[in-house]
């Protein structure tokens, strides 16, 4: 059987840029492409050469998402949590659900929009993103 990969989300959010600019200092990556979307409004792709989220926007956007409906969360792995979670701070938003277990270490934060992220790092073990 073909092995597969997530090759890209896209997710709704009210602030295309905002959510941008925190992926980027957060993640360390890159906007890969920014334009109108087929059905109006517009979306901002930040990611790497292999993988994305599309971050799109329009009139019928309003956030104020509810954890679990439908999506759970997002996680991310770092090589530095303690500096991801300075990140997050920076841009205004509060860590939660801090966790060490094996084999990593682990914290939580939700987005101006509601959507809930964990961000996770195997770096102790070896296993860095």
């Known amino acids: 059987m073909a092995q597969g990969r997530l090759e890209h989300a896209n997710i709704s959010v009210t602030d295309p840029e905002r959510s941008a600019a925190l992926l980027v200092?957060?993640?360390?990556?890159?906007?890969?492409?920014?334009g109108?979307?087929?059905?109006?409004?517009?979306?901002?792709?930040?990611?790497?050469?292999?993988?994305?989220?599309?971050?799109?926007?329009?009139?019928?956007?309003?956030?104020?998402?509810?954890?679990?409906?439908p999506l759970n969360?997002?996680?991310?792995?770092?090589?530095?949590?303690?500096?991801?979670?300075?990140?997050v701070k920076r841009h205004g938003l509060a860590p939660f659900g801090h966790d060490d277990y094996e084999p990593g270490r682990?914290?939580?934060?939700?987005?101006?929009?509601?959507?809930?992220?964990e961000v996770v790092s195997y770096a102790s073990s070896g296993e860095a993103s």
């Open 106 to 117: 682990r914290f939580y934060f939700f987005d101006w929009d509601g959507i809930e992220f």
């Open 25 to 34: 200092d957060l993640l360390g990556w890159a906007e890969r492409w920014r």
């Open 73 to 87: 969360h997002l996680a991310f792995t770092v090589d530095d949590l303690d500096g991801a979670e300075e990140v």
């Open 36 to 69: 109108p979307s087929m059905l109006g409004g517009k979306t901002i792709h930040v990611g790497t050469d292999h993988y994305y989220l599309a971050l799109y926007t329009g009139d019928h956007v309003r956030g104020e998402y509810s954890k679990g409906n």
